[in-house]
Structure formats: C-alpha cells, structure tokens
C-alpha cells in the first residue's frame, strides 16, 4: 500500500465551537461548516497543505458513517504535529492556542534530543505538539 493520506478527520462533540476555536482563535482557513442539509453531513474542511485537508466532524456522524458506537475519547491516542522553525516561533503558536482556549498541557520547553516543543489540547481534547527541531530542514 502506498499512503495516500489526504485527510485528517477529528471526531467533535460541537462543530459550531470546534470551527471558532480552529477558524477564528487558530486562524486556520475554512469556508465554514457545509453539509448542513444531510442528516450526519455537517463537516468542516480546513486545507492544511498542499494535498492534505485537516476535517471536523461530529463524532455521532462518525458513529453513524462507520457503524461503530461513540467511545470515551483519550487525548493519547495520537497527537498532531505542528513544526516550525524556531523557539520564538513555538512560543508564538502556544500563546496563540492559549488566547484561542486551548488548554496548555505542557508549556513550550527544551527538550532532552535538542529541540524545543509544547503541546495544546483543542476543545474536544485533541493534542497537537508544536516543535522546533534545529536538526530539521525547513
């Protein structure tokens, strides 16, 4: 199998305030919530890269798409990475997630293999690292 990986999909309890924090705290560019006309359609779409869209979706329409029952959601499950390319650049990105409500889980810091990150949980408790590794090519 070769990856393919064009979309990201996190499971939300409320789109309406999962689209402010992303779209208006974060500043993430979105046309808004579409869909609204399907019954479990609702679903916004943010363009992350080129070829790679980041989707937030009621996790009852996930539920009812795939057949599987809602489940207690873990913020370790996985983790989204958001580098960038430098220690001041870190500490921008964390006080904007903090200003937009994120909840500051570990506050940006050096880390033991040389590089400097923070992690930010979203509001349905999605974690996102935001790190600068100097050992990176940008």
């Given at each position: 199998?070769?990856?393919?990986?064009?979309?990201?999909?996190?499971?939300?309890?409320?789109?309406?305030?999962?689209l402010?924090?992303?779209?208006?705290?974060?500043?993430?560019?979105?046309?808004?919530?579409?869909?609204?006309?399907?019954?479990?359609?609702?679903?916004?779409?943010?363009?992350?890269?080129?070829?790679?869209?980041?989707?937030?979706?009621?996790?009852?329409?996930?539920?009812?798409?795939?057949?599987?029952?809602?489940?207690?959601?873990?913020?370790?499950?996985?983790?989204?990475?958001?580098?960038?390319?430098?220690?001041?650049?870190?500490?921008?990105?964390?006080?904007?997630?903090?200003?937009?409500g994120?909840?500051?889980?570990?506050?940006?810091?050096d880390?033991?293999?040389?590089?400097?990150?923070?992690?930010?949980?979203?509001?349905?408790?999605?974690?996102?690292?935001?790190?600068?590794?100097?050992?990176?090519?940008?």
């Amino acid at each position: 199998m070769k990856p393919q990986i064009t979309v990201i999909t996190l499971g939300v309890d409320d789109l309406e305030a999962s689209l402010h924090f992303y779209r208006d705290g974060l500043g993430f560019a979105t046309e808004g919530i579409i869909g609204k006309e399907f019954e479990y359609g609702a679903v916004v779409f943010i363009q992350l890269q080129a070829g790679l869209r980041l989707a937030l979706w009621p996790r009852k329409s996930i539920a009812e798409d795939t057949g599987i029952a809602v489940q207690t959601a873990s913020a370790t499950e996985m983790t989204l990475g958001h580098n960038v390319t430098s220690k001041a650049e870190v500490d921008a990105v964390m006080a904007k997630a903090d200003s937009a409500g994120a909840r500051i889980v570990k506050p940006a810091h050096d880390n033991f293999w040389g590089g400097y990150s923070g992690y930010f949980q979203d509001p349905d408790g999605h974690l996102w690292e935001v790190v600068w590794n100097p050992a990176r090519e940008q």
